[in-house]
């Protein structure tokens, strides 16, 4: 089969880019059609495969597929067609260590040691399933997450030359020279002449070579095939110079990987990782320096850039300095693959372009429209609105993301004379969502006017305030009244609707104050109609309790929407606004046109400043997604998830934002939104932060995870930032 051209389907996965291209095969970014998911797919070149060769490739795969272990690449598909083996895995957005190391230099030791241990608690698993990688190397190590301080992690892929327990021994040369144990050389044989079947030291050898290699940015011998041979043989085993803790331990642990003899290395990949997992707790010198050897024999000190590692706190001060690079256009190499190769002979050569001036481009995996995405790229925005600096209208700023940073467009401003003059933005409501139908997001802008509201952008009219609002306003003569515009689709048909929650505050102004509302809470909906929205009617009322917040979301998987009341507890004392306590959440489940009863669920909090409801799991479902500023330094990011049969709440903490560097200049509470900033499909939690009360304000995400942690860092600074910054001022695809 010849080269396939990006865009052709190769049974049910369509190609959407070569990815790399050797003389054994190659490489596409592929999208698979039945699970609608991106990922990897190889294709061996048929020339080269015989039924032999291809047999062996189909069972050393499926041998590989039952491999549980969180650090090797997931093996989805393989088999053949028209006589070309292929491979489809999971694809990985990132890099290889050799493109890490030459990049950014040496890692620092800690870093080093956790990729190392990821990688060697890899071989255990492999290892235990009777898989002999064979060509463990820099270059065969995938890096999710690797500018993170604390979370990078390893992905062992390119099984292409293993070799299973059941396999017959073929002997001869297979690897890469600079990570051969030396017994690869021997021709060592067993009693019979048969040649010794490969064993897991040989990895653990590989493994510490790549050690060496991770913390030094050198191969431990260099020079002519024969010389690395050979050196492999006989050469002094490297280490490093001094007498503290660090450079002792580490010089223990090449010594027990890279011994010349088998007998003498770890007998297991899992010993390999506890050391190297301790190691990574003891402090590095500030700089390493590698002894003399035959190939360097006057090597330089290599600074560290970090000699610990650092805590939860320092990390997340260090994703924010951290400054992105700009991003090139698409040159992405086989380095951001997860790839099993499975071959005979040699892993498939694809050369592994890295970037100089920059990352590699982030590769939105959404299928459709991001959460929040605004102008179509798939990666979600982020959307301000405040009063224009000269105090006429309110400026809207489209702030985009590209996956790593958010760049503001220039700013459009609403002028209404229903507008209150001293309005900070909280009565124009920029709204993103599938307007039309068409499986793409529009953007409209909802102004208030003295009828209602007009709404412009991509659609343009007006609505009329409800009937039944005015009405039940005259009875409320004289109190507050709230209210919030959002969008969410309520029947289930694909167009998004627009929905307005209301309250009415107390006539008392110290019980306003604690948020005893009166009368029953109303949610309106206009329903989409592709090209505008029909007259408002009512979908649910909530009796006016104490009342923290209201969210609207598909909490149940049914296409339709729900509603969520959280009825705060007073707390002590009874007008604090943001209370710690437990607090009843009353979910109304949607039929499209009403609302059940409430289904009354426990909610422990310490102290909500947001609660937002969006799909962070990307189940289908929607979550509740709190900030709680009472669980520690910072605010905890809480999610709440209500089971299948919706009998249970269950909360998890998933992250934090950060934690001001001036607490008593700065304001205790951060507005938040959601939105799918980097385009895995996962809706991420943003954040406008402040060091100081005269600092600008900065921009942070939590990048959402279906199972970890939120890993959060700094997106962009905004400039020209309000003195005070509101949930209304913030907009993602979703009000806070």
């Keep these: 089969m010849t080269t396939l051209h990006p865009g052709a389907m190769f049974g049910h996965y369509r190609l959407d880019r070569i990815l790399g291209e050797g003389g054994m095969g190659v490489v596409y970014d592929a999208f698979d059609t039945k699970l609608e998911r991106q990922v990897a797919l190889k294709m061996v070149h048929a020339h080269l495969a015989d039924r032999q060769f291809i047999d062996m490739f189909i069972r050393e795969g499926q041998t590989l597929?039952?491999?549980?272990?969180?650090?090797?690449?997931?093996?989805?598909?393989?088999?053949?067609?028209?006589?070309?083996?292929?491979?489809?895995?999971?694809?990985?957005?990132?890099?290889?260590?050799?493109?890490?190391?030459?990049?950014?230099?040496?890692?620092?030791?800690?870093?080093?040691?956790?990729?190392?241990?990821?990688v060697a608690g890899a071989l255990h698993d492999a290892h235990q399933a009777g898989i002999i990688h064979q060509d463990v190397k820099p270059a065969n190590v995938l890096v999710r997450n690797p500018a993170s301080p604390l979370d990078p992690f390893a992905f062992l892929c390119d099984f292409g030359i293993a070799t299973s327990s059941s396999d017959s021994p073929a002997g001869g040369i297979t690897g890469t020279w600079n990570y051969l144990a030396p017994e690869y050389v021997r021709d060592e044989r067993d009693a019979q002449g048969r040649p010794i079947q490969p064993a897991p030291s040989r990895d653990i050898y590989a493994a510490g070579c790549m050690l060496w290699f991770t913390l030094t940015g050198k191969i431990p011998y260099s020079g002519a095939a024969v010389q690395v041979a050979m050196a492999h043989q006989s050469a002094p085993i490297p280490q490093f110079v001094g007498t503290d803790e660090w450079t002792r331990t580490a010089n223990r642990i090449l010594q027990l990987s890279m011994a010349k003899d088998p007998k003498s290395r770890y007998q297991s990949a899992a010993a390999f990782k506890d050391d190297l997992l301790k190691l990574r707790e003891i402090t590095s010198p500030p700089q390493l320096q590698p002894a003399p050897s035959m190939t360097d024999p006057n090597p330089m000190p290599?600074?560290?850039?970090?000699?610990?590692?650092?805590?939860?706190?320092?990390?997340?001060?260090?994703?924010e300095q951290a400054r992105p690079s700009k991003i090139t256009p698409f040159r992405v190499g086989a380095a951001m693959l997860g790839v099993a190769a499975?071959?005979?002979?040699?892993?498939?050569?694809?050369?592994?372009?890295?970037?100089?001036d920059g990352p590699e481009p982030i590769v939105p995996t959404v299928k459709g429209a991001a959460y929040a995405d605004v102008n179509g790229d798939k990666f979600g925005d982020v959307v301000t609105n405040v009063q224009n600096p000269d105090g006429k209208g309110v400026d809207v700023v489209t702030w985009k993301s590209d996956g790593r940073t958010l760049t503001p467009s220039k700013p459009v401003t609403y002028q209404d004379p229903a507008l209150p003059a001293d309005n900070d933005g909280s009565e124009v409501f920029p709204l993103c969502a599938d307007f039309t139908g068409d499986g793409k997001n529009s953007f409209v802008t909802l102004v208030r006017s003295e009828k209602g509201f007009t709404f412009h952008g991509d659609l343009k009219g007006s609505l009329k305030a409800p009937a039944g609002v005015v009405e039940q306003g005259k009875k409320m003569k004289g109190s507050t009244f709230y209210y919030d515009v959002d969008t969410d689709d309520f029947d289930g048909d694909g167009v998004a609707d627009l929905f307005m929650t209301t309250t009415y505050g107390n006539l008392d102004p110290d019980l306003d104050k604690q948020g005893r509302t009166i009368g029953d809470g109303t949610v309106w909906v206009y329903r989409g109609t592709s090209s505008g929205f029909e007259e408002p009617t009512l979908f649910a009322s909530f009796p006016a309790v104490p009342r923290e917040a209201v969210a609207v979301g598909d909490f149940t998987g049914d296409k339709k929407a729900d509603l969520v009341v959280l009825n705060r507890a007073l707390g002590e004392p009874e007008d604090k606004t943001l209370t710690t306590g437990t607090s009843t959440l009353d979910l109304y489940q949607g039929d499209g046109t009403t609302v059940s009863a409430a289904k009354p669920f426990s909610f422990k909090h310490q102290g909500i400043s947001s609660f937002l409801a969006g799909d962070v799991d990307a189940d289908g479902r929607d979550e509740i997604v709190a900030a709680e500023s009472g669980r520690g330094e910072g605010q905890a990011i809480t999610v709440g998830t209500f089971s299948d049969d919706l009998g249970e709440l269950s909360i998890a903490t998933r992250g934090k934002l950060p934690k001001p560097r001036n607490v008593l200049e700065t304001l205790s509470r951060y507005p938040l939104t959601l939105a799918d900033v980097n385009g895995d499909g996962l809706t991420d939690v943003v954040a406008a932060t402040q060091d100081t009360k005269d600092s600008p304000y900065a921009f942070y995400v939590a990048l959402a995870s279906k199972d970890g942690p939120y890993q959060g860092h700094e997106l962009a600074t905004w400039k020209k930032s309000p003195d005070d910054v509101h949930r209304y001022n913030l907009m993602g695809g979703t009000l806070g």
Aim: aromatic residues 4%; proline residues 8%.
């Design 65 to 118: 597929a039952q491999i549980r272990s969180p650090h090797i690449i997931a093996i989805y598909d393989i088999g053949e067609q028209q006589g070309s083996p292929f491979i489809v895995t999971q694809f990985i957005k990132g890099g290889d260590v050799t493109g890490l190391v030459r990049s950014n230099g040496p890692l620092a030791p800690h870093l080093a040691c956790l990729v190392n241990a990821q």
């Design 302 to 319: 290599i600074l560290v850039a970090a000699i610990r590692p650092p805590t939860e706190a320092e990390a997340i001060l260090i994703e």
């Design 342 to 356: 499975l071959g005979v002979g040699g892993a498939l050569a694809i050369t592994q372009p890295w970037v100089e």
